[in-house]
């Protein structure tokens, strides 16, 4: 079993940065692939960026491509989503998830969620 809990959202402004933070408990996350998604107003939950347990292998949806960037520290049990130039549009709710069937976009590869937290974005 894997505790999941996100932090690091809030209100900013358009072109600003945020930094979300992951910290897992229960076991190591290193066995665990990671995912971030995000789910807006009457939306439904897609895929932001992904990172494999070792950290060499990352994928990123188009939408976020070349501001988002994934990482993460198996010491500190703990993933990170750097947001820059964040648009109106990247407002939502963003969860972590970690699964250990493969590193990829689909929801369902992933066995462990957060609760999520609000990312809001000002025009």
């Known amino acids: 079993q894997v505790q999941l809990v996100e932090s690091g959202g809030g209100l900013v402004q358009a072109g600003g940065s945020l930094r979300l933070s992951c910290a897992a408990s229960?076991?190591?996350?290193?066995?665990?692939?990671m995912g971030w998604f995000r789910q807006g107003p009457g939306k439904e939950r897609d895929f932001v960026a992904g990172?494999?347990?070792?950290?060499?292998?990352?994928r990123y949806a188009d939408s976020v491509k070349g501001r988002f960037t994934i990482s993460r520290d198996n010491t500190r049990n703990t993933v990170y989503l750097q947001m820059n130039s964040l648009k109106p549009e990247d407002t939502a709710v963003y969860y972590c998830?970690?699964?250990?069937?493969?590193?990829?976009?689909?929801?369902?590869?992933?066995?462990?969620w957060g609760q999520g937290t609000q990312v809001t974005v000002s025009s």
């Open positions: 990172i494999s347990g070792s950290g060499k292998t990352m």
């Open positions: 229960g076991r190591t996350l290193s066995t665990y692939d």
């Open positions: 998830a970690a699964g250990s069937r493969g590193l990829g976009l689909q929801i369902s590869l992933y066995d462990y």
